[in-house]
């Protein structure tokens, strides 16, 4: 039976499952971390999106055999008590509709804002435009990311954001 | 008016299921599905309760699915009841007969508007119950004491007490008929900024929807329909399915089979493996282009007049010179990005149903059918919704779980695949609209004409009856609308397909808001009118408020302004689920013919905006909704097969595309109305008209897809 460990906002797991089950399944079914969603199953929604060593990856293509010994951060593992900068500015700026693309959409703006700690809005919408979102929560999500980046009010609810 | 009743502590566990004790107050809403007292038992739609350690929980029939009416609806209770915002827990009911709840169907637009008066009265009963019981306590008047966050208070001695400490003996006090609601001047909540009850656990991945539910000992299973609309399943072969570690069983239920295992991804690998023969059944050869002519026939077949003015018939028989023009609007997937689920556990006769959906009832009364038993044996327990739009109205799929249930005899959640989702969905009904204008001999406007011929919800299942009678439902934003037309001739042509189709956001009312917005705009470029004025002149003094939005959204986007180069500028107004809205969209073309919104003026009117972020929520939300389908989608059909599978080939308005959208909110007084819908009709006519005005070139059918240049 393949046994796989995988490390889990910092607690460490050992999974009995095939080797082709995609990481979303271990961790919704498996280790009951519901937090993770399922969309497509074929990469095209980013609900699911998850940090695998250190970068982004989408867990419904990520194989259990290849993550192997991976040290993983889910949304339940951004904070405690929902005090990261970017969960903040999200409630801010009431991001969240249905909210069921926001896990991925929360985890692939942190990213962002490690690799651009000012973001423009050409590289929000570089960054972001992966990640669906049926409700249209995506002009909150962009003030939010210039909120968390500091940038509160440097684009008020009326404001324009000129892009594209 | 709504009545308000005292509850025994037995009957309110009777139908809540769970313990509470002080004050219980039920609200009987004067719904036509509801019947009000007749046999002198109580039927309330909400509890609320205030219990001796201060705590206020309110039991809503409402589910919540992202349209943010948990909050507006706690807000109406906070205020009327005067309680601490914190005070107050909301729980989501069990399903009950209509008898008893009248609906608790999240549709319609319907959640804030309907229970605004009859929610408001039970809390202001409850705290005028509890004024009276501090003021009998006290030997005084009680209009000398004063409700105030929690506590109750008499300004001459200075004592005071809190709720808690008065709700045994405000349980004994008469219900108060009618009791007083605040001026909106003395609103704590109503009408101002809150944060949403839901946004903390969606930040955080603990919220818990549908798919996140979990039971002792339940199983997960994956299901398929037949691929062909209308195909059965004969059989299958699953010697492959077998040997996927972890599955464990393959079922056949009414609508498929399903394969069930120990974790998802055994189910999903089994279901690949299942070697499944269908019948394909009698529409093997549907094709779209067919459905497409099916509808432009029945566009010449005599139509039934749903609305004539000033013997319009007679008008265009006469006319000097008539334009016209077809609008064309596809069949469309709801597609939330939770995919279908349910889970059930039967235990013989009866069972517990746990299911993201729109409609509680319905939820009830399928899994009754499936089980066979009677609704009392059935507990649905509604859970959070990853976006609905219409799709979870129908609850077709919560018979899988039932069934799959039964058979297995454990619990078990059923899931729909995203292409599962996309190819079995409800999808909006297709239309056609065949739009025409008569001028008379001397260039004057004499004549509106729109025959709309769709596929008929109401009369998908009684075609017989869809010949004779109006659809009324799709025609709303055909007929009876505020603009004074010179005069009008509106017909309805049933038109239906093998299709499932059902509610989408706005149901019809945003393919004859496209067709009728945007043709107008044709007229005024034929009379070389400017398409607000003619509008506004249209509307006379018929409807004051949809003539107040164009001029705010006219005078935000800079209406009469050059736009830069390339740009255009287009607006439309729509009044439907008895709220208005008007969008002013600024776009262009660019190099590849890819359609860019740069930014859409929002003006809404639902009156008082109960909770003004959530309206601001639903008409960003909806703006980037109709743009996905104004200029993306479309469900389409060969070989009997929906073609869509997933988001690469049913795509959505992602970030580098999502505009600016400046929501205003304009109260134009009484009634509060619906806020979900509105903002949906407006924005493809008004894009269609903004490209019209960039580009010369206008676009009838949607979806717009790439724009030759």
Known sequence: MPSYTITVNQKRHTVDVDEDTPLVWVLRDTLGLTGTKYGCGVGECGSCTVVVNGSLARSCLVQISAANGAVIQTIEGLSRDRSHPVQQAWIAEQVPQCGWCQSGQILAAVDLLKAHAQPTDAEIDAAMSGYLCRCGTQQRIRRAIHRAAGGAGAVGSAGEVHHG | MAEVFRIDRRDFLGVVGSAAGGLILGVH????????????????????????????????????????????????????????????EIRMALAGPREVWGSMTAGGSTSIRLFFGPLGDAAAAAREMLV??????????????????????????????????????????????????????QFRYIGKERPRVDTPEKVDGSAIYGLDFRRPGMKFAVVKRPPVIGGSLKGWDDADTKTVRGVRQVVRITAGVAVVAENTWAALKGMNRLKIDWEQGPNAGLSSAAIAAQLERDGQAEPLVAEETNNARQVFATAARKISAV???????????????????????????????????????????ALRAPVANIRVHT???????????????????????????????????????????????ISRHQMEAAFDASGRWVGWRHRVIAHSNQFASDPERGRTQLDRGALSGAMGLAYKWPASLIEW?????????????????????????????????????????????????????????????????????????????????????????????????????????????????????????????????????????????????????????????????????????????????????????????????????????????????????????
């Open chain 2, 132 to 185: 009276a019981a501090a003021a009998q306590r006290w030997g005084v008047p009680a209009g000398d004491c004063t409700a105030q966050l929690g506590r109750v208070l008499h300004e001459g001695s200075g004592r005071s007490l809190r709720y808690g400490e008065l709700t045994d003996d405000a349980a004994r006090q008469p219900v108060p008929a009618h009791p007083r609601r605040k001026e909106h001047s």
């Open chain 2, 327 to 369: 609008y064309e609007c596809p069949f469309l997937s709801h597609s939330p990005l939770e995919p279908i689920n349910a889970t059930a556990e039967v235990n013989g006769d009866s069972a517990d149903v746990w299911v993201p959906t729109q409609a509680p009832q319905g939820a009830l009364m399928t899994a009754a059918q």
């Open chain 2, 493 to 709: 042509r049933m038109s239906n397909t093998p299709l499932n189709c059902a509610a989408y956001r706005s149901v019809y009312a945003q393919q004859n808001c496209f067709a009728t917005e945007a043709f107008l705009d044709e007229i005024a470029h034929e009379l070389k009118r400017d398409p607000l004025e003619l509008r506004l002149e249209l509307l006379g003094g018929s409807d004051p408020r949809q003539a107040a939005l164009l001029r705010r959204v006219a005078d935000e986007i800079g209406w009469g302004r050059r736009p830069p180069e390339g740009h255009g500028l287009g607006l439309a107004v729509t009044y439907c689920f008895g709220g208005r809205a008007a969008h002013a969209v600024e776009a262009s073309v660019d190099r590849s013919g890819k359609i860019r919104v740069h930014r859409v003026e929002t003006a809404i009117d639902c009156g008082l905006a109960v909770f003004p972020d959530g309206v601001r929520q639903q008409a960003e939300g909806g703006v980037v909704m109709a743009m996905t389908g104004a200029i993306y989608s479309q469900i389409t059909v060969a070989n009997g097969q929906v073609q869509q599978r997933t988001f690469s080939d049913y795509p959505l308005v992602g970030m580098d595309e999502a505009p600016q959208v400046n929501v205003h909110i304009m109260d134009g007084g009484d009634p509060i109305g619906g806020v979900g819908e509105p903002p949906i009709p407006p924005l493809a006519p008004a894009l269609s008209n903004a490209i019209f005005a960039a580009t010369g070139q206008r676009l009838r059918r949607m979806p717009f897809g790439k724009v030759a240049v």
């Open chain 2, 383 to 429: 859970l959070y919704s990853g976006g609905g739009f219409g799709r979870r109205l129908e609850n077709d799929w919560v018979a899988d779980a039932v069934e799959v249930s039964r058979a297995i005899g454990a619990p078990v959640q059923i899931m729909w695949t995203r292409e599962e989702d996309t190819t079995h969905g409800r999808y909006r009904p």
């Open chain 2, 29 to 88: 809403l004067p719904l036509p599905a509801a019947p009000a007292r007749e046999t002198g038992e109580f039927k309330p739609n909400v509890f609320i309760t205030v219990e001796p350690d201060d705590r206020v929980v309110m039991y809503t029939p409402r589910p919540e699915m992202g349209q943010g009416s948990r909050t507006g609806l706690k807000m109406i209770v906070a205020d009327e009841l005067e309680v601490p915002w914190d005070s107050i």
